[in-house]
């Protein structure tokens, strides 16, 4: 069973700190995805990536950035958080285009 | 880039009764469109996808029809359970850039 891991699933961090957001993936999944989550809005794309040391933008990818150096982890980074940026942050990997994305557990990450 | 509009935000059916819940797009080169449950508290996961190349899609009590001159996609679920209460998320998958756009959700609530 694909396993996808978020390394913290609650965060409390500072206005303006540096945050880091990591996601592992065990099914050598060639497709990563960073969603963010908020009441009423669905989830929209942040950043993906389709290949190490790929990246995309998504439709929210202002203050945010991402790393992929390696295939199984993708990185989202906040360079300096807002509060705006307060949410549920969703990794989410695929092995083809088509094919279902299993996501991980999320992150709560509130700015304050 | 693609757009998806879901409806509506929210619904409420007595147990036994079916649900519709219905998603446009609108980039004519989406040519994936997958529907995702994720219960209270928990991780989104696929429950059923649809391809262009075809209209109509159903597993037991999950149907998905497709109308690709209107750019619109409905899911079906019939004989509802109270287990069937979650958000459903529909998204679309372009050709154009490869994204994975998903509509606002619909939270489904099952009346006993």
């Known amino acids: 069973d694909v396993k996808v891991t978020q390394s913290s699933r609650y965060l409390v961090k500072r206005t303006g700190e540096k945050v880091f957001l990591e996601c592992v993936q065990d099914?050598?999944?060639?497709?990563m995805f960073w969603y963010r989550q908020d009441p009423g809005l669905g989830l929209r794309l942040i950043y993906f990536?389709?290949?190490?040391?790929?990246?995309e933008k998504g439709d929210i990818p202002e203050g945010y950035s991402v790393s992929r150096e390696k295939k199984e982890r993708f990185s989202l980074i906040l360079e300096s958080a807002s509060t705006n940026q307060t949410s549920m942050y969703l990794c989410?990997?695929?092995?083809?285009?088509?094919?279902?994305?299993?996501f991980g557990n999320g992150t709560r990450l509130t700015v304050t | 880039g693609e757009n998806v509009e879901q409806h509506p935000s929210t619904l409420s059916v007595q147990e036994g009764d079916s649900a519709v819940i219905k998603c446009t797009y609108s980039?004519?080169?989406?040519?994936?469109f997958p529907w995702y449950k994720q219960e209270l508290g928990k991780r989104p996961q696929l429950i059923i996808d649809?391809?262009?190349?075809?209209g109509e899609k159903k597993d037991q009590r999950i149907a998905v029809t497709l109308n690709k001159t209107a750019k619109h996609f409905s899911l079906h679920i019939t004989e509802t359970q109270p287990e069937d209460s979650a958000v459903y998320f529909c998204?679309?998958?372009?050709?154009?850039?490869?994204?994975?756009?998903f509509g606002k959700g619909t939270r489904l609530h099952i009346l006993p």
């Open positions: 989410a990997s695929n092995g083809q285009k088509y094919s279902p994305l299993h």
């Open positions: 649809i391809r262009s190349n075809v």
């Open positions: 099914m050598d999944h060639e497709n």
């Open positions: 990536s389709y290949d190490v040391k790929m990246k």
């Open positions: 998204a679309a998958i372009s050709n154009r850039d490869d994204k994975i756009i």
């Open positions: 980039d004519s080169a989406s040519n994936y």
